[in-house]
Structures are given as C-alpha cells and as structure tokens.
C-alpha cells in the first residue's frame, strides 16, 4: 500500500513538472521570422474601422473630450535575431486624422518612437514605452490648437495574434485602452481651438488600433512572422 502510494505521489509530481513546463513553453510570448535579422513593416490592418486609431484626450474630471481619430498607422521595425522580446518601431505615420469628426488634424511624430515588448500580448497587457529625441514631443496640431505628448513614459495595452498560415504569416498588433499620463499631455490654444479648455490637467487614452506588421527581408521580400 505504501509502495503504491509512493509511486502515486512520484507520477503527480512528474505530470506536475511536465504541465509547469508546457505552461512556461507556451508562455514564451516573442516576436518571430524566418528572415534574420528581419524588418517588420507596419500597415493598415484592412480598410475598416478595424485599422483606425483612436486617441482621446480628456480632463481630470471628465467633464470634456476630445477625441482623434486616424485612419491608419504606418511605420518599420527590426529585429536582429529571432525569437525577439521587443521591437522599436519607428518613422512612424499617421494618416487622414480627424479632431471631433473634423478633418485637417496633423500627427507630427517629430522622431519619437514606439518599442514594444512581447510579454503578455495574448491578453493585451503587453507594454509600450515612447521615447522622443531630446526637446522634441508628438505634437498634433489641429483647427489653431497644438497638443503635445511628451516621451519618457510606458503603458500597458498592446496585444498580439497571428494571421495566415505559413509561411506568409503576419502579426496584428492591437491597442487597447493604453493610458497616457496627464502629465505628459500639454495644449496650446485657446478652449474653442482645442475644443477642451488647455489649462486644465488633461489625461490621454489610445482606445483602439490596430495595426499589420509583416515581416520582410532588407531587399523587401516577404517572410514568415508570427507571434507565440
């Protein structure tokens, strides 16, 4: 009775090892492709609403917003060897932005810059830091106002997936409620040019975009990319 206890407990203990593995395996949560190293190409994810980008900026007390959206996010990234746990993107773009449903909304992204680590994107909790070259800031002018984001700062919100089936996979990259201090938030104009009052203490959320990025060698030719 003993001797088969003992074996018992050893088989819980081996099938407890053996699932911890798989567990931490599967938990990988890196960036792939088959090209090394790899460039990664961002464009729209569609033509839809799918590929917008929208960024709300509001005060304190949320009693006023205003929101932007872009129509698409474009930009490039690399990796030197695969599997990768974070990548920088870079010459970054955005395109046909509106301010309250207003077209005329210029993204000025003045060499600031998005890295973004791979650990936990498959619950969108994965973590995006910008950077900005020194003195410079993301400034989106708009209807006479101009607001400013300041870089030096990380979130939380990104999520991965991929789509296709070898070897043309793609990753989509999702954003998802990421929240930008108050503190990095500043607007120039007036309340009726800002369509929010600028001297107060304002507050950004990037609710949602998403965003392909294909993997390609330096001469441009399409490789396998995929995330896991």
Same mark, same amino acid.
């Given at each position: 009775?003993?001797?088969?206890?003992k074996v018992l407990l050893a088989a819980a203990l081996a099938l407890t090892a053996?699932?911890?593995?798989?567990?931490?395996?599967?938990?990988?949560?890196? /960036?792939?492709?088959?090209?090394?190293? @790899?460039?990664?190409?961002?464009?729209?994810?569609?033509?839809?609403?799918?590929?917008?980008?929208? /960024?709300?900026?509001?005060?304190?007390?949320?009693?006023?917003?205003?929101s932007f959206t872009c129509e698409t996010l474009s930009g490039e990234g690399s990796?030197?060897?695969?599997?990768?746990?974070?990548?920088?993107?870079? %010459?970054?773009?955005? !395109? %046909? @932005?509106?301010?309250?449903?207003?077209?005329?909304?210029? +993204?000025?992204?003045?060499?600031?810059?998005?890295?973004?680590?791979?650990? %936990?994107?498959?619950?969108?909790?994965?973590?995006?830091?910008? !950077? &900005?070259?020194?003195?410079?800031?993301?400034?989106?002018?708009? %209807?006479? &106002? +101009?607001?400013?984001?300041?870089?030096? /700062?990380?979130?939380?919100?990104?999520?991965?997936?991929?789509?296709? +089936?070898?070897?043309?996979?793609?990753?989509?990259?999702?954003?998802?409620?990421? +929240?930008?201090?108050?503190?990095?938030?500043?607007?120039?104009?007036?309340?009726?040019?800002?369509?929010?009052?600028?001297?107060?203490?304002?507050?950004?959320?990037?609710?949602?975009?998403?965003?392909?990025?294909?993997?390609?060698?330096?001469?441009?030719?399409?490789?396998?990319?995929?995330?896991?």
């Amino acid at each position: 009775m003993i001797r088969n206890l003992k074996v018992l407990l050893a088989a819980a203990l081996a099938l407890t090892a053996l699932g911890a593995i798989a567990a931490s395996a599967h938990a990988a949560d890196e /960036f792939n492709c088959s090209a090394t190293p @790899c460039r990664g190409t961002l464009k729209p994810d569609g033509t839809g609403k799918t590929a917008h980008h929208v /960024f709300i900026v509001e005060n304190t007390a949320k009693t006023e917003s205003v929101s932007f959206t872009c129509e698409t996010l474009s930009g490039e990234g690399s990796i030197a060897t695969s599997p990768a746990t974070q990548v920088t993107a870079e %010459n970054l773009n955005y !395109a %046909n @932005c509106t301010a309250n449903g207003s077209s005329g909304v210029v +993204v000025d992204m003045n060499g600031c810059t998005y890295s973004f680590k791979a650990l %936990n994107g498959t619950t969108d909790g994965a973590e995006v830091t910008v !950077a &900005c070259p020194t003195g410079k800031q993301i400034e989106i002018t708009y %209807n006479g &106002c +101009v607001m400013d984001v300041k870089g030096g /700062f990380s979130a939380t919100g990104i999520g991965y997936s991929t789509v296709g +089936v070898s070897p043309n996979r793609e990753i989509t990259a999702t954003t998802s409620n990421v +929240v930008i201090p108050e503190a990095q938030i500043k607007a120039t104009g007036t309340k009726a040019q800002c369509l929010i009052n600028p001297e107060q203490a304002l507050l950004g959320t990037y609710t949602t975009g998403n965003t392909l990025v294909t993997g390609e060698t330096a001469g441009g030719e399409m490789k396998d990319a995929w995330y896991a």
